[in-house]
């Protein structure tokens, strides 16, 4: 588990930190998130790469079969194909 110093660290190590820029996201390992990057990849609104479905749905699966760490993983690949178109 992060101690708030090491959280602060990160923040301050962040490139653009307190520059308006983007406020840097912090994720966890956890069914939560899962089920974020799965709205996140309904809510685009193209045409989606087969290779994309394939991958957000193995990810639900690991997700949903507790494999929450590499089903993170396949969802965000399938996000990055997505955006990529493919």
Known sequence: M???GTLL???????GAGRGEQ???VTTDSSAYCTE???RFA???TTMPASAVALAEEGQRLCQG?????GIAKLRRAL?????GG
Not at 9 to 15: E, Q, R, S
């Open 2 to 4: 992060l101690r708030a």
């Open 9 to 15: 660290l990160a923040v301050a190590l962040c490139p």
């Open 23 to 25: 406020p840097m996201r």
């Open 37 to 39: 990057l799965t709205q």
């Open 43 to 45: 809510a685009q609104a």
């Open 66 to 70: 507790g494999h929450v760490r590499t």
């Open 80 to 84: 990055r194909v997505q955006q990529a």
